[in-house]
């Protein structure tokens, strides 16, 4: 048996703050500029949401938008709530949703990379437009048609534009 007081007592007591900072630091949120997994890899993953780069500016594909109302919102935690039973694969698989990605190069799509690296890295340091990672977008499906828009990493799916008149990639 250890003596009380005694240092070299043959065991350690765990730091509950040391523990818990290892713990936060294992979730390993997305950095500016950091590189994820493809999304092969993912997807037989359910989403996780993230609102950590939520475009708030009260443009129209902002989430805030002057526009926006109860329905609104009730539509979009009604489509999170029904994509998270789903994988990703099923997403992408479910035509009615619309899950695939968004080139931002594509000259049908009114969203320039610069659009998304001003959400990622405001002050424009430690990323550049080719480094951006790939937008996905999602049909909410409820009765106002409006699309969720954000990125993956590691199989969260990070909200950042709420896009309800489909201005970002127009209906064909």
């Given at each position: 048996?250890?003596?009380?007081?005694?240092?070299?007592?043959?065991?350690?007591?765990?730091?509950?703050?040391?523990?818990l900072?290892?713990?936060?630091?294992?979730?390993?949120?997305?950095?500016?500029?950091?590189?994820?997994?493809?999304?092969?890899?993912?997807?037989?993953?359910?989403?996780?949401?993230?609102?950590?780069?939520?475009?708030?500016?009260?443009?129209d594909?902002?989430?805030?938008?002057?526009?926006?109302?109860?329905?609104?919102?009730?539509?979009?935690?009604?489509?999170?709530?029904?994509?998270?039973?789903?994988?990703?694969?099923?997403?992408?698989?479910?035509?009615?949703?619309?899950?695939?990605?968004?080139?931002?190069?594509?000259?049908?799509?009114?969203?320039?990379?610069?659009?998304?690296?001003?959400?990622?890295a405001?002050?424009?340091?430690?990323?550049?437009?080719n480094?951006?990672?790939?937008?996905?977008?999602?049909?909410?499906?409820?009765?106002?048609?409006a699309?969720?828009?954000?990125?993956?990493?590691?199989?969260?799916?990070?909200?950042?534009?709420?896009?309800?008149?489909?201005?970002?990639?127009?209906?064909?």
């Amino acid at each position: 048996m250890a003596k009380k007081g005694n240092k070299n007592s043959g065991f350690d007591i765990p730091d509950p703050k040391k523990q818990l900072e290892n713990a936060i630091n294992s979730l390993s949120k997305y950095k500016v500029g950091e590189q994820g997994i493809p999304f092969h890899s993912v997807k037989n993953l359910k989403p996780f949401f993230a609102f950590d780069y939520l475009s708030l500016e009260k443009t129209d594909l902002c989430f805030n938008c002057k526009t926006n109302d109860r329905d609104d919102l009730l539509g979009l935690l009604e489509g999170l709530k029904k994509v998270s039973s789903f994988t990703y694969e099923k997403m992408r698989l479910t035509k009615a949703l619309r899950f695939h990605s968004i080139d931002l190069w594509d000259k049908e799509v009114n969203l320039q990379p610069k659009d998304f690296l001003k959400i990622l890295a405001p002050s424009y340091r430690g990323m550049t437009e080719n480094e951006l990672p790939t937008l996905y977008q999602f049909d909410l499906q409820y009765t106002i048609e409006a699309r969720a828009v954000g990125f993956l990493y590691k199989g969260i799916f990070y909200l950042v534009w709420y896009d309800r008149n489909h201005i970002i990639y127009p209906k064909k």
